[in-house]
């Protein structure tokens, strides 16, 4: 089964266009990372993939073909936008009522397990948090709804390196564990080295060349950094 | 694409059975806006408080100068003038106007405002939940807590303005209860102005995405649409009334406008133009006394009628039932476009 699966999608806003011609399919059971530089269309695909927005063109399907954003869809994936939104004014044990109230399913013990090993305690307000543990929460939030699919816009790109390890950490016992499919951008490479083992390259208004990643030249990414203007990283370079 | 598939979950298969159920909206509804409204419940408990004392008070003011006999002795006279004078800065019903507004706005205008300005809207989108039926449930529950609230305010208003407008008993200036300042606070009048306040808030909300620019948009539309309403909607809803006869109306009707006619053809309205007066009623030469008459039973002898249309205070309720009605309909109108925006948009 492909967890997301797009065709032709492409998202105009306006004139411009934010994603065009993107098709790809990840397979289930991968942590799969979308990178790119800044503006090549990793958040759009992401919110298309979530169903937040509609494409503009082509489509994109999730979990086995189901239309990205239907009652289905959102059932299965949980979603943790950029610089991780919660209710900042409220409790966690508000946030953990209201994720648990708006969700089929919702793993209780899990997220008061979470939050005691974190050290959050659960009347204190979101705003109180410090970022990585903001963070930490969103996530608990997400994996407490059991979902097949995780979707990670910019995770840790506002995190310090060692809240930067543990949201990491976190995120990749949810993919082994319990077998949690996972799609998430960075544009921290070295980040994503250590974590994907499939990669998804957004260069321009396009996105393609799906593989496996496990340095900086491997054959099936090769043809990519050629393509795109990759600061970060060096060029493979060719061999005969 | 093969047919490997991920071993299913024991309630994976009434997925498109079993919608997460309504009712958890109101838990997720009261936590998310306990404080606007424990704040909307401060601001008219107050003012209950307020209305309750100087109430009871112009109401014990109102039973002496009625039960007084005979009304034309001084006693009276001066227990009238009591009455008259009391609560004068609240009786014109002005300063109350701003509360369903006050309300509508601070309600309403943050429920997606807020969540679009702080991004917390691509968390609350993406709940299994599904968008649209959040925003709906959202807004139709909040629209009926602010709408109870002010309808329950609504009535103690309606008993406290009692005094002012049952005086034709009395002899003081008859308000009419059609009059723009208190039409609106009284009856279904506040309750339904109060919902179109908040449906407002809620759309403009969502086409600003800002909260407080939002709700400034809320005070300006809104102000807008009440002013239109007093002025210029609010005396079509029935057709008026018309006499040639001003004894024929009453002191407490509404009157929407008098002109002046001669022969059938329209001659002016308002006050007369000066050749006019020169020609048939000259104004009584300076200096000789002699109560005058005035220009308008002297323009009367002249072949002049001046006619008077009003609406009869007996149209009340038809009014208030009117008002109520096309306002309920608009704010339906306005919640159901918000939540296709809310459908419609893009992240």
Known sequence: ?240 | MTARTMPARPDEADARLRPVPWRRMAGVTWRQHRIALAGVAVLLGALAVYLWIAGTQVNHAWAAAVACHPASSAACQGLDSTLDGMDNFLSNGFILQVLPVLIGAFTGAPVLARELETGTFRYAWTQGFGRRRWALAKLVLLAVVVTAAAGAFGALLSWYYQPFLGNQALGLPKTTPLTPGLFDLRGVGLPAWTLAAFAIGALAGMLIRRVVPAIVATLVVYTGLAFATAGFLRQHYLTPLLTSNTLNVPGNAWVISQWWTKDGRFAFTGFPPSNLLNQFCPPPPAGKGGPSEGWGPCLSQHGYTQWTSYQPTSRFWSFQWIEGGWLLALSALLIAATIWLVHRRAA
């Open chain 1, 1 to 240: 089964m492909n967890v997301v699966e797009a065709s032709g999608l492409g998202k105009r806003y306006g004139r411009t266009w934010a994603l065009r011609e993107c098709t790809l399919e990840i397979p289930a059971g991968r942590v799969a990372a979308l990178v790119g530089p800044n503006g090549a269309g990793k958040t759009t695909l992401l919110n298309l993939t979530v169903g937040l927005s509609a494409p503009s063109a082509g489509a994109v399907t999730v979990l086995g073909g189901r239309p990205a954003g239907s009652p289905a869809a959102l059932d299965g994936i949980a979603f943790v936008a950029q610089d991780t939104p919660l209710y900042k004014n409220l409790p966690v044990a508000d946030m953990i009522y209201i994720t648990r109230s708006l969700n089929r399913r919702f793993d209780q013990p899990y997220a008061q397990a979470r939050l005691d090993e974190l050290g959050i305690p659960p009347k204190r307000k979101a705003w109180k948090l410090s970022g990585g543990q903001q963070a930490q929460l969103a996530l608990t939030l997400a994996l407490a709804r059991r979902p097949r699919l995780l979707v990670l816009d910019e995770p840790v790109a506002m995190l310090d390196p060692v809240a930067r390890h543990d949201f990491m950490a976190t995120v990749l016992a949810a993919a082994s564990a319990d077998g949690v499919s996972v799609l998430l951008s960075s544009h921290v490479l070295t980040e994503l080295e250590r974590v994907a083992n499939y990669l998804i390259l957004l260069s321009g208004a396009g996105c393609g060349w799906p593989g496996q990643l496990m340095t900086c030249s491997p054959p099936t990414a090769r043809q990519a950094w050629r393509n795109s203007p990759w600061p970060t990283c060096a060029r493979p370079q060719r061999r005969r």
